[in-house]
């Protein structure tokens, strides 16, 4: 029953978008601009503390392992907001959902900025992620606002918005606090969301609901969709070794740099956000290597770079180089694989895109949190080298899990040609 009244609502949604009252015209760049400032500044509040962990560590005296586990809150509450919140985007009208969801992000960054402990900025930065999942409502939103002819154009200008988020927000994180605390970033991270909520109520048009399904339908399709999906199921796996690699990445060589062998300030480790540049400019590649049939070959050597990347960090222990290279390969490997993950699970059902990507993104954050907590405790036991080995063992079980899913879809294909 649930799956017939989802598959309605989700007709009815299809008919709302494609039907006589679609769009025609092109949205206007600036909305689309406006959406993409959305989309990074609100996935930004997930990275700020990554670079500062020490600065948090010595100021509310802790250790720099225990501050360590606040990567891993903040990547925790947002897979439960992807969980929780993202599904209301298909139920609400997506202006008021946002903007009200903004200043509820401010409020949250606004305790993280005055906390007198950990034990208040703990769940103060697990709100905070949990809020800052207004990125995975601006996509679907922007494709629902755009004209059919430029619907690709529109997602992936929001994605880029996202994407340099996540790219920038370590770097600016850093250069803030060396100037005024690792307080002053989120209050700056406040200010920006209730600017971006004024901004947002003002310019953008009244988005109805698409769904009229009930909360609870929702939430148990998604489910349905895991049962159903092979693919997606296969993509979920691999996408939470994947996400949980590169949390072992960043949360561990933050203690790597503040640490003796480098002794870098907030400001410098900041500055290493910067080598994600390359997995930026992969993200489009990725995508068209998909939609040229060649996506199979592509994830393949996403995934390996993945895995050689380690072995460059674990020479980066010492060698500034190496580290550079394992971050940039890393990076690289990363975004590859996520858009080519994405782009084989929205081919499946491509009237559930918004409940897909709860699936998919709340496994992969859940990877994010578990390679968060074992980076800082393994690192915390036994250093940079130790951390690698964990961050190596996760990529080679994303490579197994893929080469196994290759395996059996060529026993299927056998079968079938049988």
Known sequence: MTSQTTSTG?????AAADGPAARTDSLDRRVVLLLAVTAGVSVAN?????????????????????AGLLIAGSQLGYAIGLGLLVPLGDLVERRGLITSVLIGTALAAVVCAVSPSFAVLAPAILSLGVLSVVAQIAVPLASSLAADHEKGAVVGTVMSGLL?????????????????GWRSVFVIAAVAQ???????????????????VRYRQALRSVFTLIAEERVLRERMVIGFFNMGAFSILWTGVVFLLGGPAYGYGEGTIGLFGLAGLAGVSMAPRAGRLADQGRGTLAMTLFLICIFVSWGLLALGGSVLIALILGVVLLDLGTQGAQIS??????????????RLTTAYVVTYFLGGVTGSTLSALVYGADGWHATCLLGAVFSLSSLAVWGAVQRAAATRAAAAGS
């Open 10 to 14: 989700a007709s009815r949604a299809a």
């Open 46 to 66: 997930l990275y700020y503390a990554q670079p500062l962990l020490y600065l948090i560590a010595h100021g509310l005296d802790v250790s720099a392992t225990t």
């Open 164 to 180: 340099f988020g996540i790219l920038f927000a370590r770097t600016l994180s850093g250069l803030i606090a060396s100037v005024g």
């Open 194 to 212: 209730i600017v971006l909520s004024l901004v947002l109520r003002r310019v953008l048009p009244e988005s109805p609901p698409t769904e009229s």
């Open 341 to 354: 993950n994405q782009s084989a699970i929205y081919a499946t059902r491509p009237e559930a895109r918004s």
